[in-house]
Nanobody, 128 residues
Framework: QVQLVQSGGGLVQAGGSLRLSCAASGRTFSSTTMAWFRQAPGKEREFVAA????????YYVDSVKGRFTISRDNAKNTVYLQMNSLKPEDTAAYHCAARIRWSLPGRHYREADEYDYWGQGTQVTVSS
């Protein structure tokens, strides 16, 4: 069993910054992809960013490239999402996710059903 506990989020003005954290516990994994998804009211859950646990390779949805940065601290089993230059369209509930299934090196996992565990979600609201 894996537990993902999120922190961070809140209300910020457009152009501001926020950082989300997701702490994993319950098992040790050396080669796991971690990701952030978001879901706005009335919309489907959307992939935001992912990071390979072992190599640290990252990939993003085009709409956040250059503004968001995903990173991880292996010693703390924690993944972060630094969000800069926030826009009102970034408003959503953000969820971290962990993929503990074997992952093909170099493969990008962007679909929600490719992940095994989920955090509780945290609201990010960007005012204009």
């Amino acid at each position: 069993q894996v537990q993902l506990v999120q922190s961070g989020g809140g209300l910020v003005q457009a152009g501001g910054s926020l950082r989300l954290s997701c702490a994993a516990s319950g098992r040790t994994f050396s080669s796991t992809t971690m990701a952030w998804f978001r879901q706005a009211p009335g919309k489907e859950r959307e992939f935001v960013a992912a990071i390979s646990w072992s190599r640290g390779s990252t990939y993003y949805v085009d709409s956040v490239k250059g503004r968001f940065t995903i990173s991880r601290d292996n010693a703390k089993n924690t993944v972060y999402l630094q969000m800069n230059s926030l826009k009102p369209e970034d408003t959503a509930a953000y969820h971290c996710a962990a993929r503990i299934r074997w992952s093909l090196p170099g493969r990008h996992y962007r679909e929600a059903d490719e992940y095994d565990y989920w955090g509780q979600g945290t609201q990010v609201t960007v005012s204009s």
